[in-house]
């Protein structure tokens, strides 16, 4: 959840990175989930002065309020992030969600791996949504793998389960595959998908990244490493930028990346022995940071 002012709009960002601030609530405060900036939360709008301070968004704070409220009479118990921190934690929750009474488990997606709940039998995925749309290839596998995964803490021992999903998107037809079909036939229409476009594991994939202190000097620097290694990459090697990154600013320093696409292994390698031979020559890549990343898994 991010803090909002109703009157002017105005919605707390961080001052080093792209991205807006988490409010949490038990803290008093706001933090950035990329450069850990924090600052205690403002009673009133820096820009504006109103008191009209709102949270907006879903986070694991908000839904327990409201269980909390809707279940008075019931244990809930809360998994993520921060109230895992203590040592020892996450073993007294598995301890007392094993003991058999009824109960609620609220969680991120710590809670879906590794864990064996027999007495568990009904689970919700809130805001699927934002699993569905995704800026990597890969967003959609992973969408798959969550539901899956997390569907699967339901009905786990002989008492029956039952899955809820929250989402805007009902019949969108990736959803309505991996419900009708299951896993399996979802996996298989995605690696259709990737063949006819050349992604992996039809296709190879080298990520250039750089970042500078200045906002134009690492997409500059990766456009003229494309200009020098057009002619020494592999036959058949396609280049997708340089454009900025997903967030673009983090820690105070501009991103941009640069991707290229390999027919096969060889090219691939061929490829990365150029691409690194000529940003090593080029002078500027004394002054910014930059890396080769070969079969990426992180898209951003």
């Known amino acids: 959840p991010t803090l909002q002012c109703h009157d002017c709009g105005f919605i707390a960002g961080c001052p080093h990175c792209d991205s807006r601030l ?18 205690r939360a403002p009673q009133h709008c820096p820009q504006c002065q109103s008191r009209q301070l709102a949270a907006c968004g879903v986070g694991t704070e908000q839904v327990e ?11 809930l118990y809360r998994v993520d992030r921060d109230s ?49 749309f995704s800026a990597d290839f890969r967003g959609s596998e992973r969408m798959g793998q969550l539901l899956t995964q997390v569907a699967g803490r339901a009905g786990r021992a ?35 998908e990737r063949q006819q476009t050349a992604m992996p594991p039809y296709g190879y994939l080298l990520l250039l990244r750089a970042e500078a ?9 990766l456009s003229e ?30 991103r941009a990346q640069m ?11 061929q490829s990365a022995e150029t691409l690194v031979a000529q940003a090593e020559a080029l002078p500027r890549s004394k002054r910014l940071h930059w890396s080769l990343d070969v079969d990426p898994q992180d898209m951003s």
């Open 22 to 39: 988490t409010l949490h609530k038990r803290a008093a405060e706001l933090r950035c989930h990329h450069c850990d900036w924090r600052i």
């Open 65 to 75: 309020a409201v269980l909390a409220q809707k279940f008075p009479g019931y244990p």
């Open 84 to 132: 895992m921190q203590r040592q020892g934690a996450m073993a007294a929750l598995v301890d007392a969600v094993k003991s058999g009474q009824p109960g609620l488990l609220l969680g991120t997606q710590m809670l879906t791996k590794g864990h064996h709940f027999p007495d568990v039998t009904l689970v919700g995925l809130l805001d699927t949504d934002a699993a569905l």
């Open 158 to 192: 002989r008492k029956p389960g039952r899955v809820l999903l929250q989402t805007h998107y009902p019949d969108h037809p990736l959803l309505q595959l991996l419900l009708a079909r299951g896993y399996h036939d979802y996996a298989s229409n995605l690696l259709l």
């Open 213 to 221: 202190n200045d906002p134009h000097g690492a997409e500059s620097f």
């Open 225 to 254: 490493l494309r200009q020098r290694s057009a002619a020494g990459v592999a036959s058949g090697a396609q280049f997708v930028g340089p454009i900025p990154a997903p967030l673009q600013r983090k820690r105070g320093r501009f």
């Open 259 to 269: 991707l290229v696409s390999c027919p096969d292994r060889a090219a691939a390698q």
